[in-house]
T-cell receptor, first 114, second 114 residues
Framework: AQKITQTQPGMFVQEKEAVTLDCTYD???????LFWYKQPSSGEMIFLIY????DEQNATEGRYSLNFQKARKSANLVISASQLGDSAMYFC???????????WGAGTKLIIKP | KAGVTQTPRYLIKTRGQQVTLSCSPI?????VSWYQQTPGQGLQFLFE???????NKGNFPGRFSGRQFSNSRSEMNVSTLELGDSALYLC?????????????FGPGTRLTVT
C-alpha cells in the first residue's frame, strides 16, 4: 500500500501567489517524522522542512510552512509568495521510528509563471 | 563546510558490467544512506551505513551492495548491470542517521545502462 501519496503530479502557479502542495501518509507508528524536499533540475535534493508526529505546532521555515493535520494524516507544504526559483520537483517523505529509511511520495512538479 | 560529494557524476555502462559509485559525506557525519531514483519507481531506499556497519537495507536484489570506510566515505556497487538499473543514485549523510531531517544530499550519480 502507498505510504505517501502526493495527488498533484504538476502545478502551475503565478509568481508571488501562495501555493499548497498536498501530501497524505499512512502509518501505524505513533512516532514518525514528515519531511519536504525540493529537487531542482540539477538533481540535488534540498531539505525544506520537518514535522515530528508529536510536535504540537506546525513547522515553519522562512517562506515554507507545513500544515500538519494528524487525524487526517496529511502534511501539506505551503509556500508563501512564490518565486521563479521555486520551480522544481517537491517530494514529501516519511520516516517511521520503527526503521531508519525515508519513504517517499511520487513528487509534485511545481512551475512558477512570471 | 564542504557538502556531500558524489563521484562520478555521470556514468555509462553496458549490460552485464559492474559499477562502483562513491560518496563522501560532510565532515563529521557518520551515517550515509543511498537512494535510487527512476521515473517509474520514484525514490527508493537502498541501504544505510553507520560507522562502517550496514544498519538498514531496502528491498533491492543482492546485486546491489555497499560498504563504508573508517573515514565514513561510502561506496555502492552494482554487479551484472541491467537496463532497469539506469537511474539517478543519490547519497545522503547525517550525523547519526536516527533523525533524518538532518540528512544532506549529494548531487547524485546518473547511471545509464545500455
Amino acid at each position: 500500500a502507498q505510504k505517501i501519496t502526493q495527488t498533484q503530479p504538476g502545478m502551475f502557479v503565478q509568481e508571488k501567489e501562495a501555493v499548497t502542495l498536498d501530501c497524505t501518509y499512512d502509518t501505524s507508528d505513533q512516532s514518525y517524522g514528515l519531511f519536504w524536499y525540493k529537487q531542482p533540475s540539477s538533481g540535488e535534493m534540498i531539505f525544506l522542512i520537518y514535522q515530528g508526529s508529536y510536535d504540537e505546532q506546525n513547522a515553519t521555515e522562512g517562506r515554507y510552512s507545513l500544515n500538519f493535520q494528524k487525524a487526517r494524516k496529511s502534511a501539506n507544504l505551503v509556500i508563501s509568495a512564490s518565486q521563479l526559483g521555486d520551480s522544481a520537483m517537491y517530494f514529501c517523505a516519511m520516516r517511521e521510528d520503527s526503521n531508519y529509511q525515508l519513504i517517499w511520495g511520487a513528487g509534485t512538479k511545481l512551475i512558477i509563471k512570471p | 563546510k564542504a557538502g556531500v560529494t558524489q563521484t562520478p557524476r555521470y556514468l555509462i555502462k553496458t549490460r552485464g558490467q559492474q559499477v562502483t559509485l562513491s560518496c563522501s559525506p560532510i565532515s563529521g557525519h557518520r551515517s550515509v544512506s543511498w537512494y535510487q531514483q527512476t521515473p517509474g519507481q520514484g525514490l527508493q531506499f537502498l541501504f544505510e551505513y553507520f560507522s562502517e556497519t550496514q544498519r538498514n537495507k531496502g528491498n533491492f536484489p543482492g546485486r546491489f551492495s555497499g560498504r563504508q570506510f573508517s573515514n565514513s566515505r561510502s561506496e555502492m556497487n552494482v554487479s551484472t548491470l541491467e537496463l532497469g538499473d539506469s537511474a539517478l543514485y543519490l547519497c545522503a549523510s547525517s550525523t547519526d542517521g536516527r533523525w533524518t531531517y538532518e540528512q544532506y544530499f549529494g548531487p547524485g550519480t546518473r547511471l545509464t545502462v545500455t
